[in-house]
């Protein structure tokens, strides 16, 4: 059995949502965010120091970080989500997986937190819209003709690179990036993405 330390409105939708499709038996633990200050509760810093989800147990090991727990999932239970070994598949694989969580969050998560600084942030807004304009370009230039990344069917990267291609469209930049557009659109309206909100709770990013 997995366990799932499950934040609303977090990127810890993704494993939900992973995990509905390879229709593997779980169970979630629920944490809200702060109503005021949006921030994560203090329950999630007894489970982990960092006090961030997601988090998974699996075989009684607390795996953290979205890439490793992503990579822990499909090596045990669906090695075909990921390229084979020494192939160059393999390399576009390892690359996307850190740059979802690396490249691509720096400046979503510097346009948040800089958002709550009014006028003082002025100085650092241009840069960083920049920064997104250009991550946003790169993700929807290496989308594959098939619609998905590095595989032509649904893979690990896939999964890892669905949460900044939500906060893209979310900016409405829908209509500048119709290939990121398509692949979030595919992604809400597969049933297993469905199941994962329904169980997981309200997600600001899926569609109503």
């Known amino acids: 059995m997995i366990t799932v330390h499950h934040l609303n409105n977090s990127r810890s939708q993704r494993i939900l949502w992973l995990l509905e499709e390879l229709e ?3 169970e979630i633990k629920h944490y809200e965010r702060d109503a005021i200050t949006n921030l994560a509760p ?3 810093l007894e489970v982990h120091p960092l006090g961030k989800s997601p988090m998974i147990e699996l075989d009684r090991r607390l795996i953290v970080e979205s890439a490793a727990i992503v990579e822990a999932i499909c090596a045990r239970f669906a090695a075909h989500m990921v390229p084979p070994v020494n192939s160059d ?4 694989h390892l690359e996307l997986m850190h740059f979802a969580e690396g490249s691509a969050m720096t400046p979503i998560l510097l346009a948040l937190y800089t958002s709550r600084l009014g006028e003082a942030a002025a100085p650092l807004q241009p840069r960083i819209q920049q920064q997104m304009d250009s991550h946003f370009e790169y993700m929807e230039a290496q989308l594959r003709s098939s619609g998905h990344y590095v595989l032509d069917e649904l893979s690990a990267a896939d999964v890892m690179m669905s949460f900044p291609a939500e906060v893209a469209i979310s ?8 290939n990121l557009s398509a692949f979030v659109d595919w992604i809400h309206n597969r049933p297993a993405f469905k199941r994962s909100v329904e169980k997981g709770g309200r997600y600001r990013f899926a569609q109503s």
């Open 89 to 92: 598949a393999y390399l576009s």
């Open 42 to 44: 203090p329950e999630l």
């Open 171 to 178: 900016q409405g930049r829908g209509e500048k990036l119709p």
């Open 24 to 26: 593997i038996d779980y």
